[in-house]
C-alpha cells in the first residue's frame, strides 16, 4: 500500500483546509485509517481516526472543528479542517493500519497564520 497526502498549504487563522490521502494498492485491507500530524520539534500526535466500518474520533484539541471521512470508491481519505488555529500548523500523515502492518505517506505542510 502506498499512500498520498495532499491539500495543505498557508491559511489564515479561521480558515480552513481539506486534505486528502489516495491509496494504492490494498486499501480494503485497512482497519482504520488515521491522520496524524507533527508540529516542529514535537511528537507526531494523533488527530482523527476513521475505521473499517465507518465510525470516526478525534483529537479533543480538534473535535468539532475537524472531519473525517472516506471514499472507499476512489480509496481516499479527507479531513476537513475548518475553524484553524495557528497551534494546527505542522505536517499531517495519513496512517494505514492493517491487522499486520503500519503504512505512512509522506507528509503535507499546513500552516495556519495568525
Known amino acids: 500500500v502506498q499512500l498520498q497526502a495532499s491539500g495543505g498549504g498557508l491559511v489564515q487563522a479561521g480558515g480552513s483546509l481539506r486534505l ?3 491509496a ?3 486499501f480494503f485491507s485497512a482497519r482504520a485509517i488515521n491522520w496524524y500530524r507533527q508540529a516542529s520539534g514535537e511528537q507526531r500526535e ?6 473499517s466500518g465507518g465510525s470516526t ?5 480538534v473535535k468539532g472543528r475537524f472531519t473525517i471521512s ?3 470508491a476512489k480509496k ?5 479542517m475548518n ?6 500548523t505542522g505536517v499531517y500523515f495519513c496512517n494505514l493500519r492493517t ?7 509522506r507528509g503535507t505542510l499546513v500552516t495556519v497564520s495568525s
Open 46 to 51: 494523533l488527530v482523527a481516526v476513521i475505521g
Open 57 to 61: 474520533n478525534y483529537a479533543a484539541s
Open 70 to 72: 472516506s471514499d472507499y
Open 24 to 26: 494504492s494498492g490494498n
Open 83 to 88: 475553524s484553524l488555529k495557528p497551534e494546527d
Open 20 to 22: 486528502s490521502c489516495v
Open 99 to 105: 491487522a499486520i502492518k503500519d503504512y505512512w505517506g
Open 76 to 80: 481516499t481519505v479527507y479531513l476537513q
